[in-house]
T-cell receptor
């Protein structure tokens, strides 16, 4: 089946640093999404992308829909301690009726 | 106001027992899901229902039986629990029907199941 690979698997950064992570797929998707999961909670949607090449921001977060439609990128600027968590990408083709999730990037921010 | 709520939060039980997890959403969404998150945090879809109708069943063992009494509720019953069933189970919902399924999933806070 479809697989989404996220890189890096984990990151340890200092507060204030910028963060970049990406997600690659063997298949094309027509929608890319990024979720964040806090410890003990369910994932929460951060950003949704609908068009190849699209760049969308949500506060300090910026995500891009790759031109090949097989990848997506998430950047976090000026990280803060509450950015800690697991970041999941998800790809969706609406006719499939389900999102396929990546394996997650765990972010640790040291104050 | 909790959008997607599931109970219980924690469930510890012996192998061979039968248990249920309940989920309710007050968002007015048409589609509900069960996802399983394993110890490596990988999220995998198990089932989806649209307006009480089963849409997706991702080769989950027959011991898992979802039930949707109405579109706001999707419960998960698990028979003859096995050690490998230990995981966090997430309920989620989204707007729209199967063909126009919304991409935006709203998740509950999870049920951590531990089978001893």
């Amino acid at each position: 089946g479809q697989q989404l690979n996220q890189s890096p698997q984990s990151m340890f950064i200092q507060e204030g640093e910028d963060v970049s992570m990406n997600c690659t797929s063997s298949s094309i998707f027509n929608t890319w999404l990024w979720y964040k999961q806090d410890p003990g909670e369910g994932p929460v949607l951060l950003i949704a992308l609908y068009k190849a090449g699209e760049l969308t921001s949500n506060g300090r977060l910026t995500a891009q829909f790759g031109i090949t439609r097989k990848d997506s990128f998430l950047n976090i600027s000026a990280s803060i301690p509450s950015d800690v968590g697991i970041y999941f990408c998800a790809g969706l083709n609406t006719n499939a009726g389900k999102s396929t999730f990546g394996d997650g990037t765990t972010l640790t921010v040291k104050p | 106001d909790t959008a997607v709520s599931q109970t219980p939060k924690y469930l510890v039980t012996q192998m061979g027992n039968d248990k249920s997890i309940k989920c309710e959403q007050n968002l007015g969404h048409d589609t509900m899901y069960w996802y399983k998150q394993d110890s490596k945090k990988f999220l995998k879809i198990m089932f989806s229902y649209n307006n009480k109708e089963l849409i997706i069943n991702e080769t989950v063992p027959n011991r898992f039986s979802p039930k949707s009494p109405d579109k706001a509720h999707l419960n998960l019953h698990i028979n003859s629990l096995e050690l490998g069933d230990s995981a966090v189970y997430f309920c989620a919902s989204s707007q729209g029907n199967f063909r126009g399924s919304s991409e935006k999933l709203f998740f509950g806070s999870g049920t951590q199941l531990s089978v001893l």
